[in-house]
């Protein structure tokens, strides 16, 4: 019998090292100085940027990205490299008859069978 203690989910968190970054261009783009990471959303309320241990398999940390301009939502972020292994959870409003999905409960990842990285 196998008695693991359960992880419990990362930690929201809401740091000032995360600055409010730039809505464009979209994704994931190193500046040399950190990454700033932007997403477009019609419908979203919160987004929430998640990053991964080295491979991929287990949520670190999670921060709400702190801004949103022009439908999307941005934050920059210093310590992240290229190589950071991330998704986002989008949290707003589902309606299924207007093709709108928000699944806070899921990190998603674009379009990879893994969490993207940083290029």
């Known amino acids: 019998m196998d008695a693991r203690p359960e992880l419990p989910s990362a930690p929201v ?3 000032p090292r995360l600055r409010e970054g730039r809505g464009f261009p979209l ?3 190193w500046t ?11 419908h979203a309320t919160k987004v929430e940027l998640c990053l991964f241990d080295e491979q991929g398999g287990r949520e670190i940390e999670r921060i709400e990205l702190p801004e949103f301009t022009d439908q999307v939502w941005h934050g920059f ?8 292994i991330y998704g986002y959870r989008v949290h707003g409003p589902t309606s299924r008859t207007r093709a709108i ?3 806070p409960t899921s990190c998603c990842w674009i379009p ?3 969490p993207s990285s940083v290029n």
Request: no cysteine; aromatic share 6%.
């Open 13 to 15: 968190l809401q740091r």
């Open 27 to 29: 994704g994931a783009t």
């Open 32 to 42: 040399g100085l950190g990454v700033n990471f932007a997403l477009f959303s019609t």
């Open 77 to 84: 972020l210093p310590d992240a490299r290229p190589g950071t």
């Open 101 to 103: 999905v928000s699944i």
């Open 112 to 114: 990879t069978p893994r």
